[in-house]
């Protein structure tokens, strides 16, 4: 095992133990709740492949799953988020590419760059995470203001997480 695994899989534990220990008893207003493990996700590196996301985004959707006694919403949701990485990353490409940058951090690609790409990627998580635990349309209104309100909280915990943990050297 690699330093890089090692630091992966610590990364993977802690996001882990924030979602469930600490993330889980904050809903503000009923309305918006905070999804910080998704950041384990976002945060991997540029070159990881499919595959390997798609396992790990598989292994912390459940890991969150049994916390949350949710029968595989987590998993599925992030699993759909693990495809759809690498579009986005593509999608959203600097003018100078990634060149000499390994994983997707706000030190290395600046706010403007982590806002929209972390923005993105919450609001499709908590998009299909809201619908598929919701789909009634009778309750549209209050899964589009928990999308929006959970997408905003977040953000602010991840941007917040990446100013403490993760600048530049």
Known sequence: MNPSSITHTISFFIY????VLFFRNI???DTAFCFVYIGFLLL???E???TTLLVLGFGMGLAVDVFYDTAG????TTV???FIRPSIIQFIRPSGGYDNVETPTLSKLGFNWFATYAGIMLFLHHS???LIQGSSFSLWLSNFLSIIASTILSLFVLIIGQLLFYRSR
Not at 16 to 19: D, K, Y
Not at 73 to 76: E, S, T
């Open 16 to 19: 882990w133990l924030l979602q």
């Open 27 to 29: 809903a503000l207003f």
């Open 44 to 46: 991997l590196p540029l």
């Open 48 to 50: 990881t492949s499919l």
């Open 73 to 76: 919403v987590h998993a599925a």
């Open 80 to 82: 759909i988020i693990a």
């Open 128 to 130: 299909i995470l809201f």
